[in-house]
């Protein structure tokens, strides 16, 4: 059980603090959550999103297209289908 939580603990490290942060759909439900709300509730731009989060700024911008496809609006409550396998 210990190697699993240092599996999980290093892809953690490794996803928020690489110089080659993750592609595709590289970041959990959590994380696009959070960059979600951080854009809804705050006025950051992509840039202080992505020193918070780690992702890049196109994947902001990405993951925020992809919520509101799916009907999310600054609005109304954020659902785990706007972010989920965004």
């Known amino acids: 059980m210990p190697a699993l939580i ?4 290093e892809a953690t ?3 928020a ?5 993750p592609t595709g759909n ?14 809804q509730y705050t006025k950051l731009g992509n ?3 992505s020193a918070i989060t780690g992702a890049t700024p196109r994947q902001i911008q990405r993951y925020i ?7 999310w609006t600054e609005e ?3 659902l785990d289908n706007h972010v989920d396998n965004a």
């Open 6 to 9: 240092e599996a999980s603990e």
């Open 13 to 15: 490290t490794t996803a």
């Open 17 to 21: 603090g690489s110089e080659h942060p």
């Open 26 to 39: 590289a970041y959990d439900i959590a994380t696009r959550a959070q960059i979600v709300t951080l854009k």
């Open 47 to 49: 840039a202080e999103i």
């Open 65 to 71: 297209k992809t919520a509101e496809q799916r009907g």
């Open 76 to 78: 109304q409550k954020l």
